[in-house]
Every structure is written in C-alpha cells, then in structure tokens.
C-alpha cells in the first residue's frame, strides 16, 4: 500500500510538472490554429481551426520578415555556439586537469561573469559600438551572447572533463602522445555526450536573448525573439496575437522536435560524471 502511494505521489508529481511546462506552449499552438477573430476564445482545445496565421507570420505585407529574422538567428546562434564551444573545451579542460595559480580566481572570475545582469550591459555597450560604428552588425550580437554563454559551456564541460580516468590521457603520453594529442584523440572523443549537450544548451541560450538583440540590431540583422516582438498586423492599433502565436510556434516547434529526438543524448551528457567510479 505504501509503495502504491508512494508511485501514485510520483506520478502526480511528474504529471504537474508537464502540465506546468507545456501548458504554455500548448496554449500557443491552439491560439495559432485558431480563427484571429476567435483570438481570445478560452475554449481548451483547437476551435474554428485555420492556417491564416501562419500564412499572416511569413508574409511580408505588413513590414515583418519572419523568415531573414530565422536565418539571422540561425547565424548568430551557430556562430556564438561554435565559438563558445572550442574556446569553452579548452577552458575546462585547463580547469579541471592542470593545477595553476589563481585557479579558484578564474573559477570565480567565470562565475561572476554568468551571475552579472545583461540589463547593466545595455547602455555601454549600445554606446561602444555606436562609436565603432557596429550596431545592426551581426557581431555586436555575437560577442556578447558568447560572453553569457561561456560561462555555461565552461561549467558544464569542466564538471565532465573532472571525472574522466586520469589513466587513459597518461596511457597516451606514455606512447608517445604530446598532451594536445591525448587530449584530442583520448579525451575528446569521451567527451562527446557533454558537448552535444553543451552545444544544444548554449544555441538555446543564445537565440532565446532578447533585451540586447533589441537594443542592438537593425531590420536587416534582428533575430527572431525581436522580430516576432515588433510584428504588425493589418490594422496599426491592434496587436496581431495569433500571427504572434504562429510565429512562435514554427520556433519552438524545431527546438522541442530536436529535445525530444536527441533526449538521451541530452541526459547523458548532464549526467555523465555525476557518479564516481
């Protein structure tokens, strides 16, 4: 009897916990599928089903670009997950294996730097790259979104690199291997759950930003969390919710696809050193 409470306890548990993450999303899609007249309908499920929306989203009638604003995140989010990446490998490798001076510094340096609010970035920076002449560049977006998204990459695959046997790297050098060569051939190889999740956690972040990307892109290089944010409708005066539904929807619709094809890659890579052998 206690263990069927127990389960039962758990069950509920798991159940309010996906009713309270996908509701959300769920209530997005519904409202994108549903007749703009019927915008504010609260009935539960798809009612007066249309695919207007969608086509009111991509069109470009109205002054928005849904589409050039996917490709621009495309880019960004790519380009800031790749650099983040390489540079992330070798920070947390450095961290976790090589003893140095001023080593917890630079672990609290990297905290502090992931901890320190974008809303206290916006002005200087909005002012830097006015003088240098870079707003509405694809780089006065990237680099900063790589120094948020850094300090993730570097956390996350420190923790991993930390757990790795020291025996398999020092195997290689006694062959003959130099530390970059067991390092890449030995080390790296093993760490390929861990940056898989790393890199899908870190593109999440960097096309998720907002407040910066508004502040400093222009019409042709603003991503999509600032062109679904500025989307117009046919009438001025009213705000287009359901073409902001559908947009949203062809987003989030990719990014949940691709969670829930690569799961267990995901989990093993969050979990992998967890537990000491």
């Not at 999303?25 to 409202?31: G, S």
């Not at 997950?81 to 490998?89: E, F, K, P, R």
Request: aromatic share 12%; with cysteine.
């Amino acid at each position: 009897m206690r263990t069927a409470m127990k389960s039962a306890r758990i069950y509920v548990g798991v159940a309010i916990i996906l009713v309270w993450g996908l509701a959300p999303f769920y209530w997005m899609a519904v409202t994108a599928f549903r007749d703009p007249r019927y915008t504010f309908d609260t009935t539960p499920w798809p009612t007066h089903v249309t695919l207007e929306n969608f086509s009111n989203a991509l069109s470009t009638s109205n002054g928005n670009n849904f589409l050039r604003a996917v490709g621009n995140s495309l880019i960004i989010g790519g380009v800031t997950t790749l650099i983040a990446l390489v540079i992330g490998i070798f920070c947390a490798y450095a961290l976790s294996r090589i003893d140095f001076r001023f080593k917890y510094i630079v672990v609290g340096i990297v905290l502090g730097a992931s901890m320190f609010p974008v809303v206290a970035l916006v002005t200087p920076l909005f002012q830097f790259f006015t003088n240098i002449g870079w707003i509405g560049t694809y780089q006065a977006m990237i680099i900063p979104s790589i120094s948020f998204v850094l300090p993730l990459t570097i956390y996350t695959l420190a923790a991993f690199f930390a757990e790795l046997p020291w025996e398999l790297e020092e195997a290689a050098r006694i062959d003959g291997a130099g530390r970059f060569q067991a390092f890449r051939l030995v080390m790296l190889p093993l760490a390929a759950p861990a940056l898989f999740t790393t890199a899908i956690l870190a593109f999440i972040a960097a096309v998720n930003e907002y407040l910066l990307a508004s502040q400093l892109s222009s019409d042709k290089t603003e991503p999509v969390t600032v062109a679904i944010a500025r989307f117009s409708g046919n009438d001025p005066h009213v705000v287009p919710y359901a073409a902001i539904m559908a947009a949203g929807t062809v987003v989030a619709i990719p990014l949940v696809i691709m969670v829930l094809i690569f799961q267990r890659r995901i989990i093993s890579g969050l979990t992998a050193g967890g537990v000491k052998s």
